[in-house]
């Protein structure tokens, strides 16, 4: 089941996740709500659209934008709509 994890805190669990370019999109109720704080950044992907942040907090340690997910995803990317990705290289994401 693929689960993300910060220094052994789960962040996210779900075995109903979607796969796109290689990264696992979890759906909003399989994240811990608890850990994460909305950021302000937001960047454009061409096909998928708009991408918003969160920040990452375990322990008191913020990891900034260490997540991010497309309130309105574009007609090809509507399968992971509102769905969270992690960046690999911030927090531990496993198969």
């Known amino acids: 089941m693929p689960t993300v994890t910060?220094?052994?805190t789960i962040l996210a669990q779900s075995d109903n996740c979607e796969q796109v370019e290689g990264n696992y999109y979890f759906p909003p109720d399989s994240?811990?709500?608890d850990y994460f704080t909305e950021s302000n950044t937001q960047?454009?992907?061409a096909w998928k659209?708009?991408?918003s942040y969160y920040n990452v907090v375990v322990d008191?340690?913020?990891i900034k934008d260490a997540a991010?997910?497309?309130p309105q995803a574009k007609e090809?990317?509507?399968n992971i709509e509102g769905y969270i990705a992690f960046y690999r290289n911030k927090v531990?994401?496993?198969s």
């Open 6 to 8: 910060l220094n052994g």
């Open 31 to 33: 994240i811990n709500k």
């Open 43 to 45: 960047t454009t992907c």
């Open 49 to 51: 659209g708009l991408a």
């Open 60 to 62: 008191g340690n913020e």
């Open 68 to 70: 991010w997910y497309y």
């Open 76 to 78: 090809r990317a509507k």
């Open 92 to 94: 531990k994401v496993e």
